[in-house]
């Protein structure tokens, strides 16, 4: 699982026009993806930021190649991905959600399941683990949830017992 991840990550989408250049609101932003200078995949083609304006909440870019309000509204909904080799380092104990995606779950050896994905809630992240015959798990991105995530292993390893689920020793 470690050695297959995705070259680009999802930073937004074109919103709706801004002004008369060519910039957009950006929807759905990342917006320690969206630095001025990077490189962004629009669509089928690369384009730079060449304008970062607005919040982090907000964001309002122009990229290269898109210089109209026309060519924004047909651009509507486009995804932009940055390419991991412009991304920032994350620190220790972080992780790109698209990495934890499809990660083996255990408790210990005690197979649990898979991560579908991480979701962002007010209080914390969370993990939302699928698992065979059993009620999906949400397992929050604490330490006394998460003993250790190995990405290039593709593997979490959790505490059942700590989320009121029965762990390996049947508690």
Do not use: Y
């Not at 962004?40 to 690369?46: K, T």
């Not at 934890?100 to 050896?109: P, Q």
Request: with cysteine; charged share 30%; proline share 8%.
């Amino acid at each position: 699982m470690g050695g297959e991840r995705a070259q680009w990550l999802p930073a937004g989408r074109i919103g709706r026009p801004h002004g008369l250049d060519g910039s957009f609101r950006v929807t759905r932003p990342r917006p320690e993806l969206l630095a001025k200078g990077v490189t962004l995949r629009v669509g089928d083609r690369e384009a730079v930021i060449e304008r970062r304006a607005g919040t982090d909440q907000s964001p309002i870019l122009r990229v290269a190649g898109i210089s109209t309000p026309e060519q924004v509204k047909d651009a509507r909904g486009t995804d932009l991905l940055c390419s991991r080799s412009d991304a920032p380092e994350l620190p220790e104990g972080k992780w790109w959600p698209e990495d934890l995606a499809g990660l083996e779950v255990r408790d210990g050896e005690l197979p649990v399941g898979r991560v579908r994905r991480m979701v962002a809630l007010p209080s914390c992240e969370v993990l939302e683990v699928e698992r065979d015959g059993a009620q999906d798990l949400v397992v929050p991105m604490v330490a006394d949830a998460i003993r250790s995530i190995d990405v290039d292993a593709g593997h979490v390893d959790v505490n059942l017992r700590f989320i009121g689920e029965d762990g390996p020793d049947g508690d």
